[in-house]
């Protein structure tokens, strides 16, 4: 009796890899509620089986994609947290972005409307408000470690606890972002809001002149 070949750990890794990336362009494409796990059947060039082998349904591989890219995400933080001398500079970027390049995902092209979507979609789903509230912690993570680097370096003497200064950018970036979403191309002076804000947090941290 033949045995089917046995797939290691690094193959499924890719292939499952593989599937995210799909998975990201179909859900950027057709936005959370249009795509079906046909889409991405199509997209990936599997079958049925090789799609549910790893995600069990469409909530369960959108949530995977989410996760996936706040794992990068977190990696690239971290790397700039351990590399810079300065931590207002790194707030900044987080921010506002860039100023001397442009970005390099163009607000259509990327997933934060379909964020916006899924949660907006889900809100009386209780798997959904769970994954909310795990998200929302998670997103501490991308601030704490620089206001905590600064606040000992003598950087920064907030005026406030850091995670209601946390909770206060988290609010304004995703209170900024919902009205790019819906407003698309009206003037929202977004550029002119990011440094009002950072004006208002240079003073809450009350940030030492280099």
Request: one cysteine or more; charged letters at 30%; aromatic letters at 10%.
């Amino acid at each position: 009796m033949e045995l089917s070949p046995k797939v290691s750990e690094e193959h499924k890794q890719e292939r499952r890899s593989d599937l995210l990336n799909a998975a990201k362009q179909v859900f950027t494409e057709n936005g959370y509620e249009k795509t079906t796990m046909k889409h991405v059947m199509n997209k990936a060039k599997v079958s049925r089986g090789g799609l549910y082998f790893y995600f069990s349904n469409k909530e369960d591989l959108f949530e995977a994609v989410l996760d996936e890219e706040l794992k990068e995400n977190l990696k690239e933080v971290h790397e700039l947290i351990e590399s810079s001398n300065e931590c207002w500079p790194l707030l900044k970027l987080l921010i506002k972005g860039d100023e001397d390049e442009p970005p390099t995902e163009p607000l259509a092209e990327n997933l934060g409307p379909v964020i916006i979507e899924f949660f907006i979609t889900g809100r009386n789903d209780s798997r959904r408000i769970q994954y909310a509230k795990e998200r929302y912690e998670n997103a501490f993570q991308f601030f704490r470690p620089i206001i905590e680097k600064g606040i000992r370096s003598g950087e920064f003497s907030p005026k406030a606890p850091t995670d209601i200064i946390i909770s206060t950018i988290l609010t304004f970036s995703d209170g900024l972002c919902i009205f790019k979403i819906l407003l698309k191309d009206h003037t929202l002076q977004s550029d002119e809001q990011a440094d009002l804000f950072l004006d208002y947090l240079r003073y809450i941290l009350q940030v030492k002149d280099s």
